[in-house]
Protein backbone atom coordinates (compact mmCIF):
# COMPACT_ATOMS: atom_id res chain seq x y z
CA UNK A 1 0.00 0.00 0.00
CA UNK A 2 2.74 2.37 0.99
CA UNK A 3 4.66 1.35 -2.15
CA UNK A 4 1.69 2.26 -4.69
CA UNK A 5 1.01 5.57 -2.80
CA UNK A 6 4.31 6.78 -3.43
CA UNK A 7 4.63 5.36 -6.85
CA UNK A 8 1.56 7.65 -7.35
CA UNK A 9 2.96 10.64 -5.81
CA UNK A 10 6.16 10.23 -7.93
CA UNK A 11 4.23 9.90 -11.37
CA UNK A 12 2.16 12.95 -10.48
CA UNK A 13 5.02 14.84 -9.51
CA UNK A 14 7.09 13.70 -12.69
CA UNK A 15 3.58 15.15 -14.86
CA UNK A 16 4.01 18.14 -12.51
CA UNK A 17 7.43 19.10 -13.17
CA UNK A 18 6.79 18.31 -17.45
CA UNK A 19 3.84 20.75 -17.85
CA UNK A 20 6.16 23.10 -15.78
CA UNK A 21 9.22 22.09 -18.36
CA UNK A 22 6.63 22.86 -21.44
CA UNK A 23 5.12 26.02 -20.12
CA UNK A 24 9.10 27.47 -19.29
CA UNK A 25 9.91 26.74 -23.01
CA UNK A 26 6.31 28.16 -23.88
CA UNK A 27 7.66 31.60 -22.88
CA UNK A 28 11.00 31.18 -23.72
CA UNK A 29 9.77 30.77 -27.08
CA UNK A 30 7.20 33.42 -26.65
CA UNK A 31 4.58 30.92 -28.07
CA UNK A 32 1.63 31.38 -26.00
CA UNK A 33 -0.39 28.75 -26.95
CA UNK A 34 2.54 26.54 -25.53
CA UNK A 35 3.09 28.46 -22.60
CA UNK A 36 -0.88 28.55 -21.55
CA UNK A 37 -1.05 24.56 -22.09
CA UNK A 38 2.10 24.25 -20.01
CA UNK A 39 0.44 26.61 -17.08
CA UNK A 40 -3.32 24.96 -17.91
CA UNK A 41 -1.09 21.39 -17.06
CA UNK A 42 0.68 22.52 -14.11
CA UNK A 43 -2.35 24.29 -11.97
CA UNK A 44 -4.58 20.92 -13.02
CA UNK A 45 -2.15 18.36 -11.84
CA UNK A 46 -1.54 20.84 -8.43
CA UNK A 47 -5.14 20.66 -8.01
CA UNK A 48 -4.89 17.05 -7.98
CA UNK A 49 -2.16 16.31 -6.05
CA UNK A 50 -3.84 18.24 -3.72
CA UNK A 51 -7.04 16.65 -3.38
CA UNK A 52 -5.08 13.39 -3.38
CA UNK A 53 -3.51 14.65 -0.02
CA UNK A 54 -6.56 15.93 1.51
CA UNK A 55 -8.13 12.35 0.63
CA UNK A 56 -5.25 10.22 1.90
CA UNK A 57 -4.73 12.28 4.98
CA UNK A 58 -8.60 12.02 5.51
CA UNK A 59 -8.45 7.95 5.68
CA UNK A 60 -5.53 7.87 7.88
CA UNK A 61 -7.55 9.70 10.24
CA UNK A 62 -10.61 7.90 9.72
CA UNK A 63 -8.79 4.24 10.43
CA UNK A 64 -6.52 6.31 13.14
CA UNK A 65 -9.94 7.16 15.10
CA UNK A 66 -11.34 3.44 14.21
CA UNK A 67 -8.48 2.00 15.88
CA UNK A 68 -8.80 4.24 18.75
CA UNK A 69 -12.22 3.30 18.93
CA UNK A 70 -11.85 -0.63 19.08
CA UNK A 71 -9.38 0.06 21.23
CA UNK A 72 -11.63 2.41 23.80
CA UNK A 73 -14.31 -0.41 23.35
CA UNK A 74 -11.60 -2.80 24.47
CA UNK A 75 -10.23 -1.25 27.37
CA UNK A 76 -14.00 -0.69 28.88
CA UNK A 77 -14.62 -4.71 28.02
CA UNK A 78 -10.96 -5.01 29.80
CA UNK A 79 -12.56 -3.07 33.38
CA UNK A 80 -16.00 -4.58 33.26
CA UNK A 81 -13.94 -7.96 33.48
CA UNK A 82 -11.83 -7.06 35.83
CA UNK A 83 -15.16 -6.23 37.86
CA UNK A 84 -16.51 -9.61 37.22
CA UNK A 85 -13.50 -10.91 38.49
CA UNK A 86 -12.98 -9.17 41.68
CA UNK A 87 -16.37 -9.77 42.12
CA UNK A 88 -16.66 -13.61 41.89
CA UNK A 89 -15.74 -15.95 44.56
CA UNK A 90 -13.70 -18.32 42.46
CA UNK A 91 -11.64 -15.99 40.62
CA UNK A 92 -9.32 -17.99 38.98
CA UNK A 93 -12.76 -19.24 36.96
CA UNK A 94 -14.11 -16.17 36.53
CA UNK A 95 -11.11 -15.15 34.51
CA UNK A 96 -11.18 -18.28 32.41
CA UNK A 97 -15.37 -16.78 31.47
CA UNK A 98 -13.81 -12.78 31.13
CA UNK A 99 -10.32 -14.39 28.92
CA UNK A 100 -12.79 -16.30 26.12
CA UNK A 101 -15.60 -13.16 26.10
CA UNK A 102 -12.51 -10.62 25.35
CA UNK A 103 -10.13 -12.49 22.94
CA UNK A 104 -13.12 -14.81 21.73
CA UNK A 105 -10.90 -17.62 22.42
CA UNK A 106 -11.14 -20.84 24.49
CA UNK A 107 -9.78 -20.75 27.81
CA UNK A 108 -8.39 -23.04 30.23
CA UNK A 109 -6.59 -22.83 33.66
CA UNK A 110 -3.34 -24.63 33.81
CA UNK A 111 -2.25 -26.03 37.33
CA UNK A 112 1.09 -24.57 38.69
CA UNK A 113 3.82 -25.80 36.77
CA UNK A 114 1.64 -27.33 34.00
CA UNK A 115 2.19 -26.44 30.17
CA UNK A 116 1.00 -28.27 27.04
CA UNK A 117 3.62 -31.06 25.83
CA UNK A 118 3.53 -29.06 22.67
CA UNK A 119 5.09 -25.69 21.86
CA UNK A 120 1.92 -23.29 21.60
CA UNK A 121 1.20 -22.56 18.08
CA UNK A 122 0.11 -18.78 16.46
CA UNK A 123 -3.32 -19.22 17.54
CA UNK A 124 -2.50 -20.13 21.20
CA UNK A 125 -0.64 -18.52 24.13
CA UNK A 126 0.15 -19.33 27.67
CA UNK A 127 0.30 -16.64 30.05
CA UNK A 128 1.45 -17.51 33.67
CA UNK A 129 -0.28 -15.84 36.85
CA UNK A 130 1.91 -15.29 39.56
CA UNK A 131 1.33 -13.94 43.61
CA UNK A 132 4.76 -12.98 45.48
CA UNK A 133 6.93 -14.66 42.80
CA UNK A 134 5.06 -18.22 43.19
CA UNK A 135 3.20 -19.36 40.63
CA UNK A 136 -0.86 -20.10 41.41
CA UNK A 137 -2.02 -21.60 37.45
CA UNK A 138 -1.49 -20.68 33.36
CA UNK A 139 -4.28 -19.13 31.47
CA UNK A 140 -4.20 -20.91 28.17
CA UNK A 141 -5.86 -19.76 25.04
CA UNK A 142 -6.78 -20.82 21.92
CA UNK A 143 -8.72 -19.51 18.79
CA UNK A 144 -8.83 -19.95 15.07
CA UNK A 145 -6.89 -16.77 14.44
CA UNK A 146 -3.45 -15.66 15.20
CA UNK A 147 -2.59 -13.96 18.87
CA UNK A 148 -0.97 -10.56 17.67
CA UNK A 149 1.71 -8.96 20.09
CA UNK A 150 -1.50 -6.70 21.19
CA UNK A 151 -3.22 -9.59 22.20
CA UNK A 152 -0.45 -10.89 24.32
CA UNK A 153 0.08 -7.47 26.32
CA UNK A 154 -3.35 -7.63 26.83
CA UNK A 155 -3.96 -11.39 28.19
CA UNK A 156 -0.69 -10.40 30.22
CA UNK A 157 -2.67 -7.35 32.17
CA UNK A 158 -5.88 -9.79 32.76
CA UNK A 159 -3.89 -12.05 34.11
CA UNK A 160 -1.39 -10.45 36.26
CA UNK A 161 -4.82 -8.63 37.99
CA UNK A 162 -6.35 -12.00 37.94
CA UNK A 163 -3.28 -13.04 40.30
CA UNK A 164 -3.64 -10.19 42.32
CA UNK A 165 -7.36 -10.20 43.31
CA UNK A 166 -6.84 -14.32 43.63
CA UNK A 167 -3.93 -13.27 46.37
CA UNK A 168 -6.34 -10.84 47.67
CA UNK A 169 -8.78 -13.29 47.93
CA UNK A 170 -6.81 -15.76 50.38
CA UNK A 171 -5.46 -13.11 52.19
CA UNK A 172 -8.80 -11.75 53.14
CA UNK A 173 -9.81 -15.32 54.10
CA UNK A 174 -6.93 -15.53 56.30
CA UNK A 175 -7.82 -12.64 58.15
CA UNK A 176 -11.00 -13.34 58.26
CA UNK A 177 -10.09 -16.77 59.95
CA UNK A 178 -7.65 -14.95 62.45
CA UNK A 179 -10.09 -12.79 63.37
CA UNK A 180 -12.85 -15.60 64.09
CA UNK A 181 -9.36 -17.70 65.91
CA UNK A 182 -8.55 -14.10 68.11
CA UNK A 183 -12.46 -13.54 68.84
CA UNK A 184 -12.52 -17.12 70.37
CA UNK A 185 -9.43 -16.68 72.35
CA UNK A 186 -10.37 -13.39 73.47
CA UNK A 187 -13.41 -15.03 74.74
CA UNK A 188 -11.50 -18.22 76.16
CA UNK A 189 -9.70 -15.59 78.02
CA UNK A 190 -12.24 -13.91 79.72
CA UNK A 191 -13.70 -16.69 80.60
CA UNK A 192 -10.56 -17.96 82.21
CA UNK A 193 -10.34 -15.02 83.97
CA UNK A 194 -13.70 -14.86 85.52
CA UNK A 195 -12.93 -18.54 86.67
CA UNK A 196 -10.00 -17.61 87.88
CA UNK A 197 -11.94 -15.10 89.92
CA UNK A 198 -14.34 -17.05 91.35
CA UNK A 199 -11.35 -19.97 92.27
CA UNK A 200 -9.65 -16.89 94.18
CA UNK A 201 -12.77 -15.85 95.71
CA UNK A 202 -13.98 -19.13 96.75
CA UNK A 203 -10.31 -20.45 98.19
CA UNK A 204 -10.02 -16.76 100.28
CA UNK A 205 -13.60 -18.22 101.40
CA UNK A 206 -12.76 -20.92 102.73
CA UNK A 207 -9.85 -20.16 104.07
CA UNK A 208 -8.75 -17.31 105.14
CA UNK A 209 -12.03 -15.30 105.58
CA UNK A 210 -13.17 -18.62 107.90
CA UNK A 211 -10.35 -18.69 109.74
CA UNK A 212 -10.23 -14.89 110.50
CA UNK A 213 -13.98 -15.73 111.58
CA UNK A 214 -13.15 -18.28 113.76
CA UNK A 215 -10.01 -15.87 115.50
CA UNK A 216 -12.49 -13.02 115.64
CA UNK A 217 -14.66 -15.14 117.56
CA UNK A 218 -11.76 -16.42 120.01
CA UNK A 219 -11.01 -12.95 120.64
CA UNK A 220 -14.36 -12.53 121.71
CA UNK A 221 -14.12 -14.90 123.85
CA UNK A 222 -10.74 -13.82 125.20
CA UNK A 223 -12.39 -10.36 125.72
CA UNK A 224 -15.29 -11.70 127.85
CA UNK A 225 -13.04 -13.97 129.54
CA UNK A 226 -11.19 -11.08 130.58
CA UNK A 227 -14.11 -8.64 131.96
CA UNK A 228 -14.89 -11.23 134.31
CA UNK A 229 -11.82 -12.24 135.63
CA UNK A 230 -11.12 -15.63 134.13
CA UNK A 231 -7.42 -14.34 133.36
CA UNK A 232 -6.32 -18.16 133.03
CA UNK A 233 -9.08 -18.51 130.50
CA UNK A 234 -8.21 -15.70 128.48
CA UNK A 235 -4.76 -16.28 128.21
CA UNK A 236 -5.53 -20.15 126.69
CA UNK A 237 -8.14 -18.42 124.28
CA UNK A 238 -5.72 -15.86 123.10
CA UNK A 239 -3.10 -17.88 122.80
CA UNK A 240 -5.28 -20.02 120.43
CA UNK A 241 -6.30 -17.53 118.67
CA UNK A 242 -2.55 -16.43 118.02
CA UNK A 243 -2.21 -19.74 116.81
CA UNK A 244 -4.70 -19.31 114.26
CA UNK A 245 -3.65 -16.38 113.35
CA UNK A 246 -0.18 -17.13 112.27
CA UNK A 247 -1.46 -20.25 110.61
CA UNK A 248 -3.68 -18.29 108.24
CA UNK A 249 -0.81 -15.95 107.63
CA UNK A 250 1.10 -18.87 106.54
CA UNK A 251 -2.11 -19.74 104.50
CA UNK A 252 -1.90 -16.48 102.80
CA UNK A 253 1.42 -16.68 102.16
CA UNK A 254 0.88 -20.18 100.62
CA UNK A 255 -1.96 -18.50 98.07
CA UNK A 256 0.25 -15.36 97.20
CA UNK A 257 3.13 -17.75 96.41
CA UNK A 258 0.66 -19.95 94.24
CA UNK A 259 -0.50 -16.73 92.43
CA UNK A 260 2.76 -15.60 91.70
CA UNK A 261 5.95 -17.63 92.87
CA UNK A 262 9.13 -15.87 93.63
CA UNK A 263 11.10 -18.61 91.73
CA UNK A 264 9.51 -18.43 89.17
CA UNK A 265 10.26 -15.20 88.27
CA UNK A 266 13.70 -14.92 89.65
CA UNK A 267 15.38 -18.59 88.94
CA UNK A 268 13.00 -19.66 85.93
CA UNK A 269 10.37 -22.17 85.22
CA UNK A 270 11.92 -25.45 86.63
CA UNK A 271 13.11 -24.53 90.01
CA UNK A 272 9.72 -22.75 90.71
CA UNK A 273 8.46 -26.21 89.87
CA UNK A 274 10.99 -28.06 91.94
CA UNK A 275 10.13 -25.80 94.99
CA UNK A 276 5.92 -26.82 94.29
CA UNK A 277 6.96 -30.73 94.19
CA UNK A 278 9.29 -30.40 97.10
CA UNK A 279 6.79 -28.72 99.03
CA UNK A 280 4.21 -31.31 98.45
CA UNK A 281 6.39 -34.06 99.54
CA UNK A 282 7.14 -33.02 102.59
CA UNK A 283 3.95 -32.00 103.27
CA UNK A 284 2.22 -35.22 102.33
CA UNK A 285 4.89 -38.02 102.29
CA UNK A 286 4.92 -38.21 98.64
CA UNK A 287 7.29 -39.86 96.41
CA UNK A 288 7.67 -37.58 93.07
CA UNK A 289 9.57 -37.64 89.98
CA UNK A 290 10.03 -34.73 87.76
CA UNK A 291 11.94 -33.66 84.67
CA UNK A 292 10.89 -30.00 84.01
CA UNK A 293 13.77 -28.33 82.08
CA UNK A 294 12.16 -28.21 78.59
CA UNK A 295 9.85 -25.85 80.07
CA UNK A 296 12.88 -23.11 79.96
CA UNK A 297 12.20 -22.98 76.52
CA UNK A 298 8.57 -21.12 76.92
CA UNK A 299 7.65 -17.50 76.73
CA UNK A 300 7.60 -16.18 80.34
CA UNK A 301 3.60 -15.90 80.15
CA UNK A 302 3.54 -19.47 79.33
CA UNK A 303 5.65 -20.81 82.05
CA UNK A 304 3.29 -19.17 84.14
CA UNK A 305 0.24 -20.48 82.96
CA UNK A 306 1.52 -23.67 82.53
CA UNK A 307 2.91 -23.50 86.46
CA UNK A 308 -0.37 -22.93 87.43
CA UNK A 309 -2.08 -25.93 85.39
CA UNK A 310 0.99 -28.16 87.07
CA UNK A 311 -0.17 -26.77 90.40
CA UNK A 312 -3.66 -27.68 90.02
CA UNK A 313 -3.52 -30.87 88.45
CA UNK A 314 -1.03 -31.42 91.82
CA UNK A 315 -3.66 -30.37 94.39
CA UNK A 316 -5.91 -32.39 92.65
CA UNK A 317 -4.33 -35.52 93.18
CA UNK A 318 -3.61 -34.44 96.79
CA UNK A 319 -7.22 -33.80 97.86
CA UNK A 320 -8.48 -36.98 95.64
CA UNK A 321 -5.57 -39.07 97.83
CA UNK A 322 -3.09 -38.49 98.94
CA UNK A 323 -1.17 -40.39 96.29
CA UNK A 324 1.49 -41.89 96.76
CA UNK A 325 3.65 -41.18 93.66
CA UNK A 326 3.38 -38.43 91.81
CA UNK A 327 5.34 -37.40 88.29
CA UNK A 328 5.89 -33.92 86.32
CA UNK A 329 7.54 -34.95 83.49
CA UNK A 330 7.90 -31.94 79.79
CA UNK A 331 9.71 -32.45 77.12
CA UNK A 332 9.70 -31.63 73.39
CA UNK A 333 7.57 -33.11 70.70
CA UNK A 334 8.90 -34.41 67.36
CA UNK A 335 6.89 -31.62 65.83
CA UNK A 336 8.85 -29.55 67.82
CA UNK A 337 5.93 -28.79 70.41
CA UNK A 338 5.54 -29.01 74.51
CA UNK A 339 4.36 -31.61 76.50
CA UNK A 340 3.37 -32.12 79.86
CA UNK A 341 2.77 -35.34 81.68
CA UNK A 342 1.40 -34.92 85.43
CA UNK A 343 0.53 -38.50 86.53
CA UNK A 344 -0.42 -40.32 90.12
CA UNK A 345 -1.91 -43.06 91.47
CA UNK A 346 -4.68 -41.53 93.50
CA UNK A 347 -7.79 -42.90 93.93
CA UNK A 348 -10.86 -42.14 93.24
CA UNK A 349 -11.90 -40.05 89.57
CA UNK A 350 -11.41 -36.74 89.29
CA UNK A 351 -14.75 -34.13 89.17
CA UNK A 352 -15.69 -32.73 85.87
CA UNK A 353 -16.02 -29.62 87.28
CA UNK A 354 -12.17 -29.46 87.77
CA UNK A 355 -11.06 -31.11 84.58
CA UNK A 356 -13.15 -28.36 82.61
CA UNK A 357 -11.18 -25.67 84.78
CA UNK A 358 -8.09 -27.27 83.49
CA UNK A 359 -8.78 -27.95 79.88
CA UNK A 360 -9.92 -23.75 79.71
CA UNK A 361 -6.93 -23.43 81.03
CA UNK A 362 -4.85 -25.08 78.36
CA UNK A 363 -7.05 -23.85 75.92
CA UNK A 364 -5.68 -20.06 76.42
CA UNK A 365 -2.01 -21.22 75.42
CA UNK A 366 -3.77 -22.92 72.10
CA UNK A 367 -3.03 -26.02 73.75
CA UNK A 368 -4.38 -29.53 74.10
CA UNK A 369 -5.50 -31.29 77.86
CA UNK A 370 -6.59 -34.89 77.72
CA UNK A 371 -7.07 -37.48 80.73
CA UNK A 372 -5.76 -40.61 81.04
CA UNK A 373 -6.48 -43.39 83.50
CA UNK A 374 -3.52 -44.64 85.25
CA UNK A 375 -3.01 -48.72 85.52
CA UNK A 376 -3.18 -48.84 88.73
CA UNK A 377 -5.57 -46.34 89.65
CA UNK A 378 -4.89 -42.34 89.25
CA UNK A 379 -4.72 -40.58 86.13
CA UNK A 380 -2.75 -39.06 83.77
CA UNK A 381 -3.16 -35.02 82.53
CA UNK A 382 -1.51 -34.34 79.28
CA UNK A 383 -0.91 -31.09 78.10
CA UNK A 384 0.42 -30.49 74.44
CA UNK A 385 1.42 -26.72 73.57
CA UNK A 386 2.18 -25.84 69.78
CA UNK A 387 5.71 -25.61 68.24
CA UNK A 388 5.25 -21.70 68.09
CA UNK A 389 4.69 -21.26 72.02
CA UNK A 390 8.25 -23.34 72.55
CA UNK A 391 9.52 -20.18 70.38
CA UNK A 392 9.98 -17.80 73.30
Request: proline content about 3%; charged content about 30%; overall charge negative.
Amino acid sequence: MRFDSASRLGALALVFGAAAVVAVVGLATKNALLTWVGLACAVGIAALFATYLIVTERRRHEAAEEELTSEAQFLESLVDSMASIAAADDVLGETCVQAERLFEAKARMLRPGERPRRAPAENAIVIPLKAREEEIGALRLTRGRAFDRDDVVRATVLADFAAREYENARLLAEAQVREVERSRLTDQLITAEQDERRRLANELHDSAVQSLSGIALLLDAGLNSIAQGRDEEAREIIGRALVRHRATIGELRDLSFHLEPVVLRDQGFAPAVRALTDQIAIEHGVRIELDADAGEQLAEKTQAALYQIIREALNQAIRRGPPETLSVVVRRTDEGGIETCISDNAPGERRRRSLDELVERARTLNGDLTFEPGENGGTTVRVVLPPYAAAG
